[in-house]
């Protein structure tokens, strides 16, 4: 019986450690799209995505899915942010977050967007990333992410 016992808590220890390293993984694939596009490399947070991402953000069409998700949001926001004089957009993250499950994980973190308009400093304070990832061939992928911006 203690054998038995020993075996189990051996087991938790070891799935927990293995959460804990999934979490880091996990951040650091949402850190990795933020800082790509902070600098502006949408290029790069377009390669954290899955081949199928879905996605909802406060800029028109609002909703993109597919296989050419990632994309076509990255082209919609820089159409929008250069109908509307938007330079120098960054966003910050709060502490995140994070469940972690098999092979799927969810992040949601508090977020600030700054951003330049037309030459004047503008900031969204109070907005929330949420993300879903999915481990796929050992390499956590966005297969989901929404921004929901709070209400002024």
């Known amino acids: 019986m203690r054998k038995i016992i020993a075996a189990l808590f051996s087991a938790a220890l070891m799935a927990s450690s293995a959460s804990a390293s ?8 949402v850190n990795e799209f933020v800082d790509a596009f902070n600098k502006s490399d949408l290029k790069t947070a377009i390669d954290t995505c899955a081949a199928q991402t ?20 990255s082209k919609d926001f820089e159409a929008f942010a250069k109908k509307n004089g938007i330079t120098e957009p960054k966003v910050t993250l709060g502490r995140a977050n994070i469940d972690v499950t098999d092979n799927r994980a969810y992040v949601v973190a508090p977020a600030y967007f700054a951003f330049t308009q037309k ?4 900031s969204e304070q109070g907005s929330t990333l949420t993300v879903a990832l999915q481990n796929i061939s050992n390499k956590w992928q966005i297969t989901g992410w929404t921004w929901t911006k709070r209400k002024n």
């Not at 999934?22 to 694939?29: A, F, G, Q, R």
């Not at 030459?119 to 503008?122: D, I, L, N, P, Y």
């Open 22 to 29: 999934d979490e880091v993984d996990v951040i650091k694939k």
């Open 54 to 73: 879905f996605i909802i953000d406060q800029i028109p069409p609002y909703a993109w899915q597919g296989a050419t998700g990632c994309t076509d949001w």
């Open 119 to 122: 030459g004047k400093r503008v």
